[in-house]
């Protein structure tokens, strides 16, 4: 008996740690704002500038592993400028953000799309950005590809950004199955993307 207390000790030096949990894609006070299976998106008040109302750090997260990464900062100047998000998270890898910026005269929007695994940005819609309001409407789809049309219509995917239809493009829609469909001049068109 005495040496099996005296073995008690080694033993309880020598245990496994105890696996830790994850730390959480909310710590320090981060703000949810979208989620989806393990993907979460989240944001972290900043320090506001000269003019700004608003300064969030808007972030990615993975709650299996508590690893965030910034994919961008969300500012408002007053009634200046203020910017509206809305988030999309396609196959729990990929986060799709359509952004309204809001302005003394009128709205412009834009998108993109990251990958919270890579914690990565991938794509863009700078097709648009000669646009006079950028993009109309975008969709998200597999492995972080975007659809978007501002009169003319362009994916963005791991095969680059390119154009699909020249003019008249609007109702955009993705499926499940990542066939894109929309509205061209009154007809309706689908592509598999």
Known sequence: MKRLLLLLPALL???????????????????????SGSIRVVSLKGKLGKTETRHDRVLGCRTSTGRRFTMFEAVDHGLDEIRRDTFTIVQNRYVGVFTDFEGGTGDSFTASSYDVVNRKRLHTTSGCDSAEDGVDEAVFFKNGGIAYSCGQLRVADGKGDRQIEAAGVTQLAVSAGSRLYWTANGTVKSLDL
């Open 13 to 35: 030096l020598f245990a496994a740690p105890a696996a830790q949990a994850a730390p959480s894609c909310t710590r320090d006070g981060a703000k949810l704002l979208a989620a």
